[in-house]
């Protein structure tokens, strides 16, 4: 079989891979399509603000009491038939929604749209990750990540679009139309691919956090607009008793659904709470934000969808330089960074949004918000996950993944209760007026959610001296696993620094006078196999790789070999939080490393690799080797390998 050499799959299997990304592409950018069309649906099916939310909050309550369940359904159907029935039953909650004579039937399309994302996301990630090979796997996680990340970004910009050329039922018929297009490709191309493990149902887990669940936001969201409080709030009591309930069974059960007693570690729960009330916000903030564009200031569905768009492609980019920051200095630097722009977005929701508002400060002040969130959500996540044993991660994205949903839920409810209850007690103003005095008093309330956030981080996110300690280690190790091997770096030469004046004064030990001129080196055509067999024989932990005429090609370690052969349990999560999927990796070591065997070198080895030249002063090359934190590093000369030189090679000669 004619197999693809950049991914290592076959074309059929690529064909296979593009239908499943289709309909994850679908399922996430219906998440977003929906908050611009509100204003419209409202006016056409005469429902008020609190009742319209729950096209929003309800999808997000639907999945997450939904996403536990998949693993369950993994297990008992094959892949081919929960993707295909998955997709076709979401094309057919879009047609219900799509022909919907009144609220009632609209919100039952997007429950059954909900129910399918939660069932069929998890499952079409771990397919993918299981049709790429091992060595594979990190590009078909970026291919995932792209989509999850592309699809919410052009979201409301094309919702708006449609809302105002051909109205906001033609979102949901675009969407069964692909649906049902994408469900007739995977009959022709789609094979089962995995074998699940079943997993134990718990049905009394289900029910209770399905009632807590429902009870809580229920009364929340009918809060403002009830005729009956007393009701309300025994809903709102009764979710918090279930929860509690649905808590109490998870720390009883042997194989609990969810690990809620992760939340005893002081980092996670830190990291849990703070994340929770910037979803809280964010997804309110997202719902809100259209109401107000479009109700106070007047503009169509399509400036509402173009409005948010800057901030939520800044957004998707933020995460991975946030992500980068948190790697290179902790967890504190980024936070704050993040919590600045959080505090300044805040004054601009209270004090710079108003009835007249210019577009473009709306816009400004929208994309400030979402910068200052991701710059601390992505280290905070990262942080409260490393605060946790390994065995405990899988448990602590389930648990982040419901609370976020919860808390989205929760956060739309409580903005727009606030926002009918403030402008239903100023019937005396009238039209846009009234409008606005609900929406700023939905904006402060943002306002002080995120400071309440930003107060917790100030106070509890620090990066303490044990986790500065770990942090070097792991880096020094990481380093020494990786040899000479650094993404990104260039080669450091002659005219890598200035000369100093000691150089100037009596001639410098070069690098050639120290390194070691035996270097363990393959030809670019071998295979791993090999470079194993050569390891084995000079008792090296990593190996060049050189291409015709001795030119570096690349560098392999026996840290890149055991990256391999080790278990490689998968995750996927969303930057909202509401797409997870677990690819548990089942495949013995022997399996694994009569794979390994056959794979070209050139798959394993790092390109980008550090090298020094070998007339460098070898002063400057400790330099290199301190600031890149690395052992051992490449020597070459004219472009050509001629040596390595290690922090050893230095001491050594330093002893003659």
């Known amino acids: 079989m004619m197999r ?35 204003p419209s649906i409202m006016r056409d099916v005469n429902v008020p603000s609190t009742t319209v939310q729950w096209l929003t909050s309800g999808y997000a309550l639907v999945e997450a009491v939904i996403i536990p369940l998949a693993a369950y359904m993994m297990g008992r159907l094959s892949t081919r038939k929960l993707f295909i029935g998955g997709i076709g039953l979401f094309g057919i909650g879009s047609l219900v929604a799509a022909l919907a004579p009144s609220f009632p039937f609209l919100l039952l399309g997007r429950i059954i749209q909900a129910a399918c994302t939660g069932l069929v996301m998890p499952m079409v990630f771990s397919v993918i990750l299981l049709v790429f090979p091992r060595e594979k796997r990190g590009s078909a996680m970026g291919i995932i990540g792209l989509v999850i990340g592309f699809a919410p970004t052009i979201g409301p910009s094309l919702s708006g679009v449609l809302v ?55 009364g929340l969201s009918t809060f403002s607009s009830s005729t009956n409080h007393a009701v309300t709030v025994a809903l709102v009591v009764m979710g918090l008793v279930v929860v509690g309930l649905y808590a109490r069974r998870q720390l009883k059960l042997d194989q609990p659904m969810l690990r809620v007693d992760i939340l005893k570690t002081k980092n996670y729960r830190v990291n849990v709470i703070t994340v929770m009330i910037f979803q809280s916000a964010l997804i309110g903030m997202e719902t809100t934000m259209p109401l107000y564009i479009q109700n106070v200031l007047g503009h169509s569905a399509t400036v509402s969808g173009m409005t948010l768009l800057p901030g939520a492609l800044l957004g998707a980019f933020t995460g991975v330089l946030a992500g980068r920051l948190f790697d290179r200095h902790g967890v504190r630097r980024p936070v704050c960074i993040g919590a600045v722009l959080i505090v300044a977005a805040a004054c601009g929701f209270a004090f710079l949004l108003w009835q007249d508002s210019p577009i473009w400060v709306v816009s400004a002040v929208y994309a400030c918000m979402v910068l200052g969130m991701q710059f601390t959500m992505t280290p905070l996540n990262t942080w409260g996950v490393n605060s946790l044993p390994n065995d405990a991660i899988q448990h602590a994205q389930s648990t982040s993944n419901t609370l976020n949903q919860v808390a989205g839920s929760f956060g739309t409810a409580l903005l727009v209760s606030i926002a009918a209850m403030v402008s239903n007690a100023s019937a005396h103003l009238e039209g846009a007026a009234q409008a606005y005095v609900g929406d700023h008093a939905s904006f402060c309330a943002t306002a002080l959610l995120v400071c309440v956030a930003v107060a917790v981080i100030l106070a ?27 993404p990104g770096a260039e080669r450091t030469g002659a005219s890598a620094a200035p000369a100093g004046e000691d150089d100037v004064k009596r001639p410098q030990p070069l690098v050639r006078d120290a390194m070691n001129p035996h270097v363990s080196a393959v030809p670019a055509g071998a295979t791993m196999g090999e470079v194993i067999a050569l390891m084995g024989e000079e008792d090296t932990t990593g190996v060049a790789v050189v291409e015709a005429g001795g030119r570096l090609a690349g560098y392999v370690t026996d840290g890149d070999v055991a990256n ?50 070998a007339d460098l002063p070898l002063d400057k090359a400790c330099t290199v080797l301190a600031e890149r934190k690395i052992k051992k590093m490449p020597v070459v000369s004219d472009g050509k390998l001629v040596g390595a030189l290690s922090r050893r090679n230095v001491l050594r000669y330093l002893m003659k």
């Open 164 to 218: 105002d050329t051909v109205g906001w039922r033609a979102i949901f018929v675009i969407v069964a139309v692909l649906a049902a297009v994408i469900v007739v490709m995977a009959c022709f191309v789609l094979e089962n691919h995995g074998s699940f493990k079943r997993s134990k149902f718990d049905p009394l887990s289900v029910v209770l956090s399905t009632v807590g669940l429902l009870s809580l936001l229920y």
């Open 564 to 613: 391999y052969l080790a278990r490689h349990d998968s995750r996927v999560v969303s930057p909202s939080g509401n797409v997870h999927a677990l690819f548990m990796d089942d495949d013995d070591l022997r399996t694994r490393l009569s794979e390994l065997s056959s794979v070209n070198v050139m798959e394993l080895a790092t390109k980008h690799v550090i090298t020094v030249d």
């Open 4 to 38: 693809n050499m950049g991914l290592g799959v076959s074309r059929k299997q690529l064909v296979m891979v593009a239908v499943l990304l289709s309909g994850a592409l679908v399922a996430v950018l219906n998440m977003t399509l929906l908050t611009p069309a509100l």
């Open 460 to 486: 509890f996110v620090r990066d303490g001296k044990k986790t500065a300690v770990m942090a070097s280690s792991v880096g020094e190790a990481g380093a020494e696993a990786s040899g000479a091997a650094q």
